[in-house]
Each structure stands twice: as structure tokens, then as C-alpha cells.
């Protein structure tokens, strides 16, 4: 176990790296990847919800109402700021209606578990931060699926239905079961869960695989536009929740967890729902994609920024 858990650490330290070789191969060589099937990313996407799920307990729903100020602040910006950055960028940078559809996508997703990972390398407010994905996925059946309509009803036809069984399916049922086990069985799972890093990212790594590899061309062909918007959408994300927390004069900390975690998306589950809720629309995977590989580099670079951060506030 102890050899298992110095695995993890290092792939939990170099996530951004990993993620980025693994990115980099399924783009440049595609064959090397295509044995990963698109297929499986929704049970890929389970399984990092599960392990979710096993590191919750009853004392992080809790903070819901503890500190319910915090954790509506984190749900209200999540599902406000990034849609409306979205659709603000695909429309200033004109993308077709596929690729419209799959920033907005990603815009209206919850933020993912990598947001926890990057708050706790930051120094950020984790309990927070965990407060904020939990309840934020567990609102992400009903506002993903109406906020994607509202915005794009007179783009695309967007199926709110299967958008909310498919979230129902990869998220709260695993989430769900994950929490179960945990109460249960909490001694075991506290043991299990020092491994979950590798488990995730290696199942991160996966998806990233698949979706790039079986969309190479068609990511290559999009040009420096979609990167541009997926990394605009990103970093104004990071930069709005930073601003918000100074206007708000919150606690580094608790900046540090709303920057987070308005800039980091659920972009597996967005990349998941891109394939079932438009399946006419090939590319609208592409965007999600990039996201994946994207947000945890940029995740990893804004940890050591505010590190810094940290250490000067310190010396003070």
C-alpha cells in the first residue's frame, strides 16, 4: 500500500504533465490511442465521480449549511460566469453552431474534481472548495441542462431530458454510491482513498486519449480559434472569481477556492454530453477536449502562483 500511495503523490504532482504527454501522443499519433473506445468515457467519467464519492462524508454536506453564504456564492458564479463567458466568446470569435455548442457545454458544467485537487496544492480553502463540486453536481441535472438550452434554443436543438438522465447516470448515481460506501465502510475507503490520485488521473488519461485520438483531424483542422476560446474561457474564469473574492474581501483562502473552482469544468462530463446530447454535431466534443488537457496544465501553473502567494502574505 505504501509503495501504491508514493505512486499516487508523484501522479498527483505531475498530473499537468502526464495529462499534457498523453494529450500530445493521441493528437500527434493518433493510432497509439485508438484501441481507447469514446465509448468508455462515460464509465471513466464514473469512476472519478465514485472516487468522488468515497472521499465525501456527512460533515462536507454539512458545510451547505455551516456556511451557506460561501457554498451559494461558489453555485451562483459557477453557473452564471462561465455559461455567459462562453457564449460571450463563441459569439466574438464566431465559432460554427458545433463548436458553439461545445463551449457552451463546458461553460454550463459543474466543476470537476481536479478543482479540489488544484485548491488543496494551493493552499486554498479545500473544505470549501468540496462544498462548492458537491453541491454544484448535484444542481448540474437540472441547471446544465437548462442553462445549455437557454443559450443555444435558437442555435442547436438541445435534448434537456437525455442531457439530465445522462448526469443522473455518470454523476449522482456514483457520487452517490461512492458516499454509501464511504459511511459504511468509512475505515477501509480512508485507506482506499490515499490512492485515488492514480486512479483519477490515470482514468482522466484515458478519456483525454480517446476523445483526442478519435477526434485528431478534426482538431487539427479547427485551427488556433477553439484553443484561443478554451483557454480565454479558462483563465477569465480564474481571473473572475480572483476579482469577485477581492470585492468581496474574502479570506485568501477562500479566493484562492472561488477562483478555482469557477475556472476548472467538469470537461469529461462535457465532453460525455457533447457525444450523446448532439450527436449530430461531430465537433462538439472538440472543445471539451481541449479543455481536459488545458485546465489541468493551467491548474497546476495557477498552484504555484499562489503558493507564492501564500509564502509573501507570510512574510509579512
Same mark, same amino acid.
Given at each position: 500500500m505504501k509503495t501504491l500511495e508514493k505512486i499516487s503523490e508523484i501522479f498527483g504532482k505531475y498530473m499537468a504533465l502526464i495529462?499534457?504527454?498523453?494529450?500530445?501522443?493521441?493528437?500527434?499519433v493518433p493510432t497509439t490511442c485508438l484501441w481507447i473506445k469514446t465509448g468508455w468515457v462515460?464509465? %471513466? $467519467?464514473?469512476i472519478v465521480m465514485f472516487g468522488m464519492g468515497l472521499t465525501l462524508r456527512l460533515e462536507d454536506f454539512k458545510l451547505v449549511f455551516t456556511r451557506p453564504k460561501d457554498i451559494l456564492l461558489g453555485c451562483a458564479t459557477q453557473f452564471l460566469i462561465m455559461p455567459l463567458l462562453a457564449f460571450g466568446l463563441g459569439k466574438a470569435f464566431n465559432l460554427d453552431p458545433a463548436l458553439m455548442a461545445g463551449v457552451v457545454l463546458v461553460g454550463c458544467c459543474p466543476g470537476g474534481t481536479s478543482s479540489n485537487v488544484i485548491t488543496y496544492l494551493s493552499k486554498g480553502d479545500v473544505a470549501l472548495s468540496v462544498g462548492m463540486t458537491s453541491v454544484n453536481t448535484l444542481l448540474a441535472p %437540472? $441547471?446544465?441542462?437548462a442553462i445549455t438550452y437557454l443559450l443555444l434554443k435558437t442555435t442547436?436543438?438541445?435534448d434537456m431530458m437525455s442531457m439530465f438522465l445522462s448526469i443522473v447516470k455518470v454523476v449522482v448515481v456514483p457520487i452517490g454510491l461512492g458516499f454509501?460506501?464511504?459511511k459504511l465502510f468509512?475505515?477501509?475507503t480512508q485507506k482506499l482513498v490515499k490512492v485515488l490520485p492514480t486512479v483519477s488521473v490515470i482514468a482522466i488519461c484515458l478519456i483525454v486519449a480517446a476523445v483526442v485520438s478519435h477526434n485528431a483531424e478534426k482538431i487539427m483542422t479547427t485551427g488556433l480559434i477553439v484553443f484561443a476560446v478554451v483557454i480565454l474561457h479558462n483563465l477569465l474564469g480564474y481571473a473572475s472569481g480572483f476579482a469577485l473574492g477581492k470585492v468581496l474581501h474574502l479570506s485568501i483562502p477562500k479566493?484562492?477556492?472561488?477562483?478555482?473552482?469557477i475556472g476548472m469544468q467538469n470537461s469529461g462530463l462535457a465532453t460525455s454530453l457533447a457525444g450523446t446530447s448532439f450527436p449530430d454535431l461531430a465537433m462538439a466534443t472538440?472543445?471539451?477536449a481541449i479543455f481536459s488537457v488545458w485546465h489541468n496544465i493551467s491548474g497546476a501553473i495557477l498552484a504555484n502562483i499562489y503558493n507564492r502567494w501564500t509564502q509573501e502574505e507570510a512574510k509579512q
Open positions: 495529462v499534457l504527454a498523453v494529450a500530445a501522443l493521441a493528437l500527434f462515460n464509465y %471513466l $467519467l464514473m %437540472l $441547471l446544465t441542462p442547436v436543438n438541445v454509501i460506501i464511504n468509512g475505515e477501509f479566493t484562492k477556492a472561488l477562483s478555482i473552482e472538440v472543445p471539451g
